[in-house]
């Protein structure tokens, strides 16, 4: 037995599945061999400054070239100090610099099914002619501008339009609440917020605007409201406030240059929520936070200038962000982008449009791919899905049997899956396979990319034992990293950088095996210690979910007498009716999968389990459920609060 002080974790779920990379696919791969792969990351390891430089050189187009690579004092960083350099440039102009001016930046397609496709030319004249707008309404640089909008090209639009200017976007995900966006209006000072009438969500119309007039109550510093027609709904326009988009934006000559901005400007700032407490806003900068979007992009997704990549992210959250818009359009690659949900109208929308664009490239997350499992391969099958070549997953650890339905049912057998582990504090993928030279193992986001030093330690701070988890912390410095908490500085240091003197605290808890793949095993509150021994959720999750009648586990501990804390599983099921009998045989399955310690205590069957908006497993709150206590903390983030009724009502 572990000793319960020693902050370790016990590893008990053994998966020892390998999927090589297919031949064809590493033949035509950007990384394809092993020795690539360790010289890159050996040379970003120990010649830092000068691989990072090359890299910069390469990857951005610089107004001006920067004097020093990386200056670091723990825990500030700045990188590619003294250069200038702008992310609207790099996603747009430079691919028209490059020759690309014709080809496709992003092919959208409406809930309703109309569609759009904008060419980096168009995309060029449209976010120069939103850019010149916010001039016009008195944006100026280092301003904060709000936005709250459907997944529309306007979106992205938005984003790159202040970037070109030197404005600092702050995007708010459309299903936020007023209260919410009006908190952070006020926590950012932001000037102007950009939305739309309203948004299709399953068919129905959801009136954002609205929404953001409620929030403007309590947003003293907003000083515009600039308003983009999606819906055509009836919208009251607040005099000497509010403006239609196409009013100011249509009008403009679409020419602005992209103005030159120091390398550590502050590009975005994107709220995250923290478990308790208001949420933070992760400040990112300029230079490194594009260089590093770019470079994880090329490397994961293996690039090419025929692909046709899907991100099935909302731009709300930091995957849309990195890679929807500043890594793969500062690569040049052509974007799917879609404003409508999985099963609407039915289904098999996703799968319908992969056939429809001839995807290649498909990001998406593991919440999803549990939720398809549930709904029945029938809509799959439907479907000609053969254009795909890469598979990829993030947000949450990937189950491995849901790892291997996608390889399955939606990969063909014949598409590498990049399980990416990152954060919105990172910016960008720190760990993934390399699609043409990784060996995958499910439910592994197995090595870090160059630039990328992982430690695993205990709670003291000490390396831990080999397969034992603990804390997952990096070290840094490396380009993409926050450059801190807005307005907060004291709790920048607090959250990520007092516990483990001189490393970044992930705040997830990882385990590296003996071939060096790293097991991510859940958010550190979220250990379960029974009896002494310290287990991870997301291993008795993964066993419940390899049984048949099970699509969705999420897996607690609750006070227990006599162990200390015991396990509650809310179970989600598929094809069968939710008997005692089924109970057992879920208990037994459990201890023959991982043993009688990690056999469940309690199952409780639900229709749902609280997730967060963008789809995280809310563990917390079914801890204080599991415990019979009310709910303390943030629940802001929750996305259906019918789902925590429905599961008190089990109490
Ligand atoms: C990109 C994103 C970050 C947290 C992270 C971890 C979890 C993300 C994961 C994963 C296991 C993966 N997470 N990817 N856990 N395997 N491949 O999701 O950013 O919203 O900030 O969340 O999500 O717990 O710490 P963010």
Redesign the pocket.
């Known amino acids: 037995m572990t000793d319960p002080a020693s902050g370790q974790i016990d590893h008990v779920l053994d998966e020892t599945r390998l999927f090589p990379p297919p031949a064809e696919f590493t033949a035509k791969a950007v990384i394809s061999s092993e020795e690539q792969y360790q010289e890159l990351y050996n040379r970003a390891r120990d010649d830092r400054d000068g691989f990072w430089k090359e890299q910069a050189l390469e990857h951005l187009h610089w107004f001006k070239p920067f004097d020093q690579v990386c200056q670091f004092e723990a825990p500030h960083a700045e990188w590619f100090v003294g250069g200038e350099t702008n992310a609207s440039y790099n996603c747009v102009d430079r691919n028209i610099d490059l020759g690309r001016g014709d080809k496709p930046a992003i092919i959208w397609e409406g809930e309703p099914g109309d569609t759009r496709t904008l060419t980096y030319n168009e995309l060029r004249t449209e976010v120069c002619k939103c850019a010149e707008a916010l001039l016009e309404l008195g944006v100026e640089k280092g301003d904060v501008v709000s936005i709250y909008m459907p997944m529309t090209p306007e979106l992205a639009i938005a984003m790159l339009a202040c970037a070109r200017i030197g404005a600092i976007h702050s995007v708010i995900f459309a299903g936020f609440s007023a209260e919410s966006i009006a908190d952070r209006n006020q926590d950012a000072s932001a000037k102007l917020i950009i939305t739309s009438d309203g948004l299709y969500r399953r068919g129905k119309v959801l009136p954002l605007k609205k929404t953001v007039d409620e929030a403007l109550e309590k947003s003293p510093s907003i000083q515009t409201c600039l308003v983009l027609r999606r819906v055509g709904n009836d919208v009251p326009m607040t005099e000497g406030r509010d403006v239609w988009w196409h009013d100011v934006v249509d009008k403009q000559p679409g020419e602005l240059p992209a103005v030159p901005l120091d390398s550590e400007t502050t590009l975005f700032i994107l709220y995250?929520s923290g478990s308790t407490g208001k949420p933070k806003g992760?400040r990112h900068t300029t230079a490194g936070y594009n260089l590093w979007a770019n470079r994880t992009f090329q490397w994961v997704f293996d690039h090419r200038d025929d692909d046709v990549y899907w991100c099935t992210a909302d731009c709300g959250?930091?995957?849309g962000h990195?890679y929807i818009v500043y890594g793969p359009m500062s690569a040049g690659a052509t974007c799917l982008m879609f404003e409508g949900a999985p099963n609407y109208p039915a289904e098999n929308r996703f799968w319908e449009l992969v056939e429809k664009y001839k995807v290649t490239i498909m990001y998406t997350?593991?919440t999803a791919i549990r939720a398809f499992i549930k709904w029945g391969d029938e809509h799959v099958d439907k479907h000609d899905l053969s254009s795909l070549r890469l598979l990829g997953?993030?947000?949450?650890?990937?189950n491995p049997e849901a790892w291997m339905w996608y390889h399955e049912k939606i990969g063909g057998e014949k598409c590498p899956i990049v399980?990416?582990?990152?954060?919105?504090?990172?910016g960008g993928?720190m760990?993934?396979p390399l699609p043409g030279i990784t060996a995958t193992k499910p439910g592994s986001?197995t090595k870090p990319l160059p630039g990328v030093i992982p430690v695993i330690l205990d709670e003291t701070g000490h390396s831990v034992d080999a397969e034992h988890g603990g804390m997952l912390c990096i070290d840094p410095p490396w380009p993409g990293m926050l450059r801190g908490v807005w307005g907060d500085e004291e709790r920048f240091v607090e959250t990520y950088w007092a516990t483990v003197k001189g490393k970044y605290l992930?705040?997830?808890n990882a385990r590296c095996d003996a071939d060096g793949y790293y097991w991510?095993m859940?958010?550190i509150d979220d250990v379960i210690n029974v009896s002494g021994h310290r287990l991870s959720t997301?291993e008795v999750e993964s066993a419940l979910v390899s049984h048949e009648a099970v699509a969705e586990a999420a897996v607690v501990g609750r006070p227990d007498d006599i162990k200390g804390q015991a396990i509650a599983a809310f179970v989600t099921i598929k094809d069968r009716e939710p008997t005692e009998e089924l109970r057992q045989e879920l208990r037994m399955h459990v201890r023959k999968q991982i043993g009688a310690l990690a056999q469940p205590d309690e199952i409780r069957f639900a229709a749902g389990v609280p997730k967060?908006r963008?789809g995280?497993i809310m563990r917390r709150l079914l801890r204080d459920i599991a415990a019979g206590r009310e709910s303390a903390g943030d629940t802001s983030t929750l996305e259906d609060f019918s789902v925590l009724a429905s599961l008190r009502a089990e109490d």
């Open positions: 995250t992760i959250w930091i995957t990195s997350a593991p997953s993030v947000g949450e650890g990937i399980d990416t582990w990152w954060q919105t504090e990172t993928i760990m993934s986001c992930t705040g997830d991510i859940g958010r997301i967060t963008s995280k």
